[in-house]
């Protein structure tokens, strides 16, 4: 049961539950969408046996909103955990409550979507802007001309990485950087204006 500010609608739904459940797990509601952030929906998650359903008033007792509530249903179903829906959309209609899980799905893909979106266009912004994208560079680049010297020496890069404590690979592709820069530089010094 999702307790919310309105002590009607928690009656209402502790009527439509009492008969239907052997146990009621109260939620106070929040804004929180990922289940494992929910400790009350967890606890009533793990308190299921197999054959079990978790029983709520109406799909929108799942979240703050219609488009958490349809995701959070899409994950429960994706975990295998029957939900039972007493009133609304999917109640008693199994094509409803099929079209509840479809949108659910296509909420949360578009959500990641847009994340994933919005993370793009700020790292093209940041790339523009000649802000660093990624992981901080573990060789600055005193170390960089460091390696080369010694590379030049004729050292292996194990023994380099060993002294830098880095990989090999990190110390491969450090060296690869600076050769696909210096392969570029005599191009560019010898071109004209």
């Known amino acids: 049961m999702r307790v919310t500010d309105d002590p009607g609608i928690n009656q209402r739904q502790l009527d439509a539950l009492t008969d239907a459940c052997d146990r009621i797990i109260q939620e106070s509601a929040s804004r929180r969408i990922l289940i494992k952030n929910r400790p009350a929906l967890c606890e009533a998650v793990h308190a299921l046996d197999p054959g079990d359903s978790l029983v709520v008033e109406r799909v929108q007792q799942l979240g703050d909103r219609l488009t958490t509530a349809l995701i959070t249903f899409a994950e429960l179903d994706a975990a295998g955990i029957h939900v039972t829906l007493l009133l609304g959309t999917g109640s008693r209609d199994e094509d409803a409550r099929e079209n509840a899980l479809e949108l659910g799905r296509l909420e949360q893909s578009h959500r990641a979507e847009r994340l994933t979106q919005r993370i793009r266009s700020g790292q093209a912004r940041a790339k523009d802007q000649g802000t660093h994208v990624g992981r901080p560079s573990k060789i600055d680049k005193a170390t960089l001309r460091d390696i080369q010297t010694r590379r030049w020496r004729?050292?292996?890069?194990?023994?380099?990485?060993?002294?830098?404590?880095?990989?090999?690979?990190?110390?491969?592709?450090?060296?690869?950087?600076?050769?696909?820069?210096?392969?570029?530089?005599?191009?560019?010094?010898?071109?004209?204006?």
């Open 154 to 193: 004729g050292e292996s890069m194990r023994s380099i990485a060993r002294d830098l404590d880095v990989s090999p690979t990190t110390v491969s592709k450090a060296l690869k950087q600076v050769r696909s820069v210096t392969a570029v530089l005599p191009n560019a010094l010898h071109q004209g204006p």
